[in-house]
């Protein structure tokens, strides 16, 4: 019986990791972002935080102890945010299983939630233009009846908790779990026994969009925003004045970056709001003063450039600063973008989770 249950859990790995792979490309999900799991009666498999999807191998996967996470749902939470957070963070680490180490995906009571052994969140640039937009609820109940949309709700155990609840209320309306979860300003959950069936339904979400963005008079052909060479001057400029959060710098030809934050992991790589304007030493020094970070993307007339202490980092800043022009040029197709609240913004500048990812990712 022993050797038939390290079979499954082999197989049940060996699954998981396929489809993180498949949807650990940049058409689903940038840096580290998106979080996939596995599970049986007794444990959960869950991806570790500031892991990518498309580097994670069957081993990789962080085993926890699925009796260890139920009295988080039940437990009394402390009101502050950051008390909170520490506090959830230690009953997961709590929850993973002996003789293995790892930090567990802040997502991991979510996908310990659904009943379905498989669960694969993505960020698509594709669904986000939807998850974005202002009429983003009302197109997905038109697309996916059977979907269920959640409103903006802050990552982690407020998330958590919200959709379980949102979800064990479908359950007892329909008879069943959703398979398909949309998260405004967020992304997608899609959860299934059978991998087909979440590759399957991936597509069909992924069509559809497709679809409709077709009968709209939306460019779903993105112009490319080719590199460019970062000047020694511009460079001189940068360092002068940001010092080492200048360390690292990448250019493209210029573009109107997003004006705002879109998800949180537009906020976590690329800040949540760029410098717009010449790259004049006191101008950059006020936006510093302005908003209390070094800016991550910087546009000019001449270029739009990542900067950041790493070279991973400013090529991730520069990335989504161009999924974010992505984003809000397909969000014109269901009534134009929806930015994230101050509140909700300020949530994830300050959220140590999303500081310890942005970490470990770059």
Same mark, same amino acid.
């Given at each position: 019986?022993?050797?038939?249950?390290?079979?499954?859990?082999?197989?049940?790995?060996?699954?998981?990791?396929?489809?993180?792979?498949?949807?650990?490309?940049?058409? #689903?999900?940038?840096?580290?972002?998106?979080?996939?799991?596995?599970?049986?009666?007794?444990?959960?498999?869950?991806?570790?935080?500031?892991?990518?999807?498309?580097?994670?191998?069957?081993?990789?996967?962080?085993?926890?102890?699925?009796?260890?996470? =139920?009295?988080?749902?039940?437990?009394?939470?402390?009101?502050?945010?950051?008390?909170?957070?520490?506090?959830?963070?230690?009953?997961?680490?709590?929850?993973?299983?002996?003789?293995?180490?790892?930090?567990?995906?802040?997502?991991?009571?979510?996908?310990?939630?659904? $009943?379905?052994?498989?669960?694969?969140?993505?960020?698509?640039?594709?669904?986000?233009?939807?998850?974005?937009?202002?009429?983003?609820?009302? $197109?997905?109940?038109? +697309?996916?009846?059977? $979907?269920?949309?959640?409103?903006?709700?802050?990552?982690?155990?407020?998330?958590?908790?919200?959709?379980?609840?949102?979800?064990? =209320?479908?359950?007892?309306?329909?008879?069943?779990?959703?398979?398909?979860?949309?998260?405004?300003?967020?992304?997608?959950?899609?959860?299934?026994?059978?991998?087909?069936?979440?590759?399957?339904?991936?597509?069909?979400?992924?069509?559809?969009?497709?679809?409709?963005?077709?009968?709209?008079?939306?460019?779903?052909?993105?112009?490319?925003?080719?590199?460019?060479?970062?000047?020694? +001057?511009?460079?001189?400029?940068?360092?002068?004045?940001?010092?080492?959060?200048?360390? #690292?710098?990448?250019? /493209?030809?210029?573009?109107?970056?997003? =004006?705002?934050? +879109?998800?949180?992991?537009?906020?976590?790589?690329?800040?949540?709001?760029?410098?717009?304007?010449?790259?004049?030493?006191?101008?950059?020094? /006020?936006?510093?003063?302005? #908003?209390?970070?070094?800016?991550?993307?910087?546009?000019?007339?001449? $270029?739009?450039?990542?900067?950041?202490?790493?070279?991973?980092?400013?090529?991730?800043?520069?990335?989504?600063?161009?999924?974010?022009?992505?984003?809000?040029?397909?969000?014109?197709?269901?009534?134009?973008?929806?930015?994230?609240?101050?509140?909700?913004?300020?949530?994830?500048?300050?959220?140590?989770?999303?500081?310890?990812?942005?970490?470990?990712?770059?």
């Amino acid at each position: 019986m022993k050797g038939a249950m390290m079979d499954n859990t082999h197989e049940m790995l060996g699954t998981i990791t396929a489809l993180s792979h498949r949807f650990g490309t940049v058409d #689903y999900v940038l840096g580290g972002g998106g979080n996939t799991s596995a599970k049986d009666e007794t444990t959960l498999w869950v991806k570790p935080s500031g892991t990518t999807l498309s580097g994670i191998g069957p081993d990789t996967f962080l085993p926890l102890v699925r009796s260890r996470i =139920e009295p988080l749902y039940a437990a009394d939470p402390p009101a502050d945010p950051n008390a909170r957070e520490a506090w959830v963070k230690e009953m997961m680490q709590a929850a993973v299983q002996e003789g293995t180490s790892g930090r567990p995906s802040v997502e991991a009571p979510l996908h310990n939630a659904f $009943a379905a052994r498989y669960v694969v969140h993505t960020h698509p640039t594709w669904v986000n233009g939807l998850t974005c937009s202002q009429k983003g609820a009302e $197109a997905c109940a038109r +697309l996916w009846p059977e $979907a269920l949309w959640i409103p903006y709700v802050d990552p982690g155990y407020t998330l958590c908790m919200h959709v379980r609840a949102a979800i064990q =209320e479908y359950a007892a309306e329909h008879g069943c779990q959703p398979s398909i979860v949309m998260l405004e300003n967020h992304g997608v959950f899609v959860a299934g026994d059978d991998p087909n069936f979440i590759i399957e339904t991936y597509d069909r979400i992924m069509t559809d969009l497709e679809n409709t963005y077709a009968k709209t008079d939306v460019a779903t052909h993105f112009v490319p925003t080719s590199a460019t060479v970062v000047t020694d +001057l511009d460079r001189a400029r940068l360092q002068t004045v940001l010092g080492e959060d200048a360390s #690292y710098i990448v250019a /493209a030809m210029p573009f109107a970056p997003a =004006e705002g934050p +879109l998800t949180p992991d537009h906020i976590v790589y690329a800040k949540s709001y760029p410098y717009v304007g010449p790259m004049k030493k006191d101008r950059i020094r /006020a936006f510093v003063d302005e #908003y209390g970070y070094a800016p991550r993307v910087i546009a000019t007339e001449e $270029a739009v450039y990542g900067v950041a202490r790493t070279a991973k980092a400013a090529g991730l800043a520069l990335s989504f600063a161009q999924d974010g022009i992505r984003i809000m040029q397909l969000a014109e197709a269901f009534g134009g973008v929806k930015w994230m609240t101050d509140a909700a913004r300020t949530f994830i500048e300050n959220w140590e989770v999303e500081s310890y990812r942005s970490k470990v990712s770059t």
